[in-house]
T-cell receptor
Framework: DAGVTQSPTHLIKTRGQHVTLRCSPISGHKSVSWYQQVLGQGPQFIFQYYEKEERGRGNFPDRFSARQFPNYSSELNVNALLLGDSALYLC???????????FGPGTRLTVL | DQQVKQNSPSLSVQEGRISILNCDYTNSMFDYFLWYKKYPAEGPTFLISISSIKDKNEDGRFTVFLNKSAKHLSLHIVPSQPGDSAVYFCARTEGYNFNKFYFGSGTKLNVKP
C-alpha cells in the first residue's frame, strides 16, 4: 500500500508569491494534518482536516489556508510568501482525528 | 508556548547499550503522548505511544515511561542498534478528539558500532 504522498518535493518561490502544496493520504484515512518544520525545530501544527472540515488550527497567520477534497486529498495554500516561510512542509494522515499520524516525506519550500 | 520540550539536542550511545531520550511537557490534562523517529529526507515515523492514564508502554526494544507528577516522558531503547540512529521527536495531543499535535524540537541519537 502506498504511504502518504506529497507534491512537489522541492519548490523555490520569491517573496510575495503564492504556493500550493498537495497531499494524498493513505487509502482509507479520512484525516489530513499539515505541519511546518523549520530547521532545528520539531514540526509545528498548522491545520487538521477531517471529512472535508477543518477540525484544528495552529498558531499561523491567515496567509495559510487549506482544504480537503472528497477523495480526502488536501491542499495547503500560502499567500504573500515571506522569507520565514522557508521550511519543510509535512502532511500526515490518520484514520480519525485522534489516530496515529503517518507522515509523508514533505515538501521543501525555499522563499528567496 | 512550548507544550513539549526536549532539552537534549543530541545523544551518543554505544551499540548494545541503553538509549534514554527525555521529554518534558506542560499544561496536561487527559493527553496522549507519542514518539516519532525521523531519518534524513523522510517524514517522521510513528514508534510508540502512551495514554496519560498509563505509566508505561512497551513494544519490543522500545519502552515509554510517563511520570505524571514530574510531567516527564522518556523513551528507552534496549539494546540500541546502529539503525536506531535518527532524530527522535516526542509529541502530545490535545483538543477535542485529540486533534492537535505538538512536537518537541527533537533529539538526534547516534548509536556507535
Amino acid at each position: 500500500d502506498a504511504g502518504v504522498t506529497q507534491s512537489p518535493t522541492h519548490l523555490i518561490k520569491t517573496r510575495g508569491q503564492h504556493v500550493t502544496l498537495r497531499c494524498s493520504p493513505i487509502s482509507g484515512h479520512k484525516s489530513v494534518s499539515w505541519y511546518q518544520q523549520v530547521l532545528g525545530q520539531g514540526p509545528q501544527f498548522i491545520f487538521q482536516y477531517y471529512e472535508k472540515e477543518e477540525r484544528g488550527r495552529g498558531n499561523f497567520p491567515d496567509r495559510f489556508s487549506a482544504r480537503q477534497f472528497p477523495n480526502y486529498s488536501s491542499e495547503l495554500n500560502v499567500n504573500a510568501l515571506l522569507l520565514g516561510d522557508s521550511a519543510l512542509y509535512l502532511c500526515a494522515s490518520s484514520f480519525s482525528p485522534g489516530g496515529v499520524q503517518y507522515f509523508g516525506p514533505g515538501t521543501r519550500l525555499t522563499v528567496l | 508556548d512550548q507544550q513539549v520540550k526536549q532539552n537534549s539536542p543530541s545523544l551518543s550511545v554505544q551499540e548494545g547499550r541503553i538509549s534514554i531520550l527525555n521529554c518534558d511537557y506542560t499544561n496536561s490534562m487527559f493527553d496522549y503522548f507519542l514518539w516519532y523517529k525521523k531519518y534524513p529526507a523522510e517524514g517522521p515515523t510513528f514508534l510508540i505511544s502512551i495514554s496519560s492514564i498509563k505509566d508505561k508502554n512497551e513494544d519490543g526494544r522500545f519502552t515509554v515511561f510517563l511520570n505524571k507528577s514530574a510531567k516527564h516522558l522518556s523513551l528507552h531503547i534496549v539494546p540500541s542498534q546502529p539503525g536506531d540512529s535518527a532524530v527522535y521527536f516526542c509529541a502530545r495531543t490535545e483538543g477535542y478528539n485529540f486533534n492537535k499535535f505538538y512536537f518537541g524540537s527533537g533529539t538526534k541519537l547516534n548509536v556507535k558500532p
